[in-house]
């Protein structure tokens, strides 16, 4: 079979010219895990947008980079059974401070953000422990998430 990515942007935001090769980034990444007949869903949005979601399903009134809505509800339609595995929404605003504080490319730090959010929709968690500059990741999640993220360093989306 296949997979699917949707991918979207908030409403009044100008689409960015690069969304047809962020789409082809998330199937190489669902490819590189071996993941078959999944449906994922991207947004991309502003801070306000992404504060809103973080307060109503986090309880934190601030805006984050990603946030990621796993689903796992099957359906079928005349192509097959399909996953809708969930949805990544994710922050343009945050994107380039994130990428400062890193200390990396706009590109590397998307790949970053892509790649966490498909993780958490297929049932992966790191707990407390979050990405920080110069400090290793030590949970499964992170450390696959750095993998991945080192394979595709030559891959360009931006």
């Excluded at 993941?35 to 947008?49: I, K, N, R, W, Y």
């Excluded at 097959?80 to 595995?85: E, H, R, T």
Aim: glycine fraction near 6%.
């Amino acid at each position: 079979m296949a997979n699917r990515v949707l991918i979207s942007m908030e409403d009044g935001l100008e689409p960015v010219e690069w969304l047809s090769k962020a789409e082809a980034f998330i199937y190489k990444i669902m490819e590189r895990l071996e993941l078959d007949g999944e449906e994922v869903s991207v947004l991309f949005c502003t801070d306000a947008f992404i504060q809103n979601l973080n307060r109503e399903y986090r309880k934190i009134d601030a805006p984050t980079d990603v946030l990621s809505f796993e689903n796992g509800e099957e359906y079928e339609d005349d192509e097959g059974k399909w996953l809708s595995a969930g949805d990544i929404v994710l922050s343009l605003e945050t994107l380039p401070k994130n990428a400062q504080y890193f200390e990396v490319n706009e590109d590397t730090e998307l790949k970053r953000l892509l790649i966490h959010g498909l993780l958490h929709i297929n049932g992966y968690d790191h707990g407390e422990e979050h990405i920080e500059k110069g400090v290793k990741p030590e949970c499964e999640m992170l450390v696959l998430q750095e993998t991945i993220l080192e394979e595709v360093s030559e891959l360009k989306i931006m």
